[in-house]
Each structure stands twice: as structure tokens, then as C-alpha cells.
């Protein structure tokens, strides 16, 4: 049986990493090796993932932007593994998801990736749009991240000093400045609240 590229979704604050921690327990439960991968640009916990439950677990492989997931430092740790799972896939380059579904396809590995579909701009993200065209299964989770209006969040709005903003790098992490958060909203408040005002 040809084992699947699956690639899960939801906005920010939809419980995705905790979502991880309960696949990890399950495929452990079942004698299962499981091989963890972080970008890292995502430089929340370092090389390890939290969750807001505060649960952590250090990473098998924290990949910086320029690496190859099939390096001579990795590859052992690829091959002995049983299951692949991928935290903030969306900062992954093409590259890299290209990479992991040769590595899905090739060696018949399950990989499991978790993560956004859009930047603060509400577009894509690069890596998340390679695992769009390229995962067997893309599943949006039925998320808790509610917008502030109490409808599902589906955008992830940036503020910078407390001010809703389009502008800026397409990626800074929350917490690694003090003045920048992220706020789920739905497709309505995010046109009126982020959209409409950073277009004018």
C-alpha cells in the first residue's frame, strides 16, 4: 500500500501542535518511530515544539531554509524511521516539500505536515502552496480558533503595536518581538479590519 503526503490546516490558534502531540502519542503507542521535523525560522521553543497546554518535545531535525532534508546528517535518521511529521510546514521552501514528497513517494514513508495556508497578507505561503499541489490529502481541522466576532477564524492578521497591518517581512514570530501578535479572523473582518484599510 503506498503510504500518503498529508497535509493539515487551520488558522492560527487552531490547536495544531497539540494535534501533533496526540499523533506522536499514538503512533508511539503502536511501537511506532517517529521522526520530527521544525523549520527553523519558527524560533518559538528553539528546537523543540510547545503548545499552549506548555507540552514540549525536542526536534529530530530543525531545518534552517538552505538545508536538504536528504543530507548525509539526515538520511540515516529518514530511512529508520517509521512515520515523518512536519510542524509549521508553511515555512518549509518548495524545495524542501519537493524533498519530502520523493522521500513519501520513493521510500514509501508516511509524512504528516501540519500548518497555515496564509501569511498576514492572506496569501499563500510558499510551502504551502507546494503541499496543495503535491499531498495526496489536505484536511482543514475543525478548529477552536474562533475569530474576535465568535465566527471560524480562516486569515491570520498581524498587529504591530496594538494597529492591524499588511506591511512587513512575511515572516516574524509572536513572542519574538514584543510588539507583534497575530489575531484569527474571519473572511469578513479581515476585509474590514485588515484589507480594506491596508489598501487605501
Keep these: 500500500m503506498q503510504e500518503k503526503l498529508c497535509f493539515y490546516y487551520s488558522a492560527m490558534k487552531g490547536g495544531k501542535t497539540t494535534r501533533i502531540f496526540q499523533k506522536i502519542h499514538d503512533l508511539e503507542e ?4 517517529v521522526l520530527l521535523i521544525k523549520p527553523a525560522q519558527d524560533t518559538k521553543g528553539e528546537a523543540q515544539i510547545i503548545n499552549r497546554l ?10 534552517f ?15 529508520d524511521c517509521d512515520h515523518i511529521i512536519v510542524d509549521e510546514a ?14 513519501n513517494k520513493k ?15 492572506g496569501e499563500l505561503f510558499p510551502g504551502a502552496k507546494r503541499l496543495i499541489e503535491l499531498s495526496d490529502e489536505k484536511i482543514e481541522l475543525e ?5 474576535t466576532c ?20 512575511e515572516i516574524e514570530i509572536d513572542g519574538a518581538s514584543s510588539n507583534v501578535e497575530y489575531v484569527p479572523l474571519c ?14
Design 30 to 33: 503502536n511501537d511506532q518511530q
Design 54 to 63: 506548555k507540552q514540549t518535545r525536542t526536534v529530530d531535525i530543525l531545518l
Design 65 to 79: 531554509p538552505t538545508a536538504k532534508i536528504l543530507s548525509e546528517e539526515n538520511i540515516d535518521k529518514i530511512y
Design 90 to 103: 508553511q515555512f518549509l521552501t518548495p524545495e524542501q516539500i519537493d524533498e519530502l514528497w520523493k522521500i
Design 107 to 121: 521510500a514509501n514513508v508516511p509524512i504528516t505536515c501540519f500548518g497555515l495556508l496564509t501569511n498576514f497578507r
Design 143 to 147: 478548529t477552536n480558533s474562533l475569530c
Design 150 to 169: 465568535g465566527a471560524p477564524a480562516k486569515f491570520n492578521a498581524r498587529k504591530v503595536d496594538g494597529v492591524f497591518t499588511m506591511k512587513g517581512d
Design 187 to 200: 473572511g469578513a473582518c479581515f476585509y474590514k479590519k485588515v484589507y480594506r484599510k491596508g489598501k487605501k
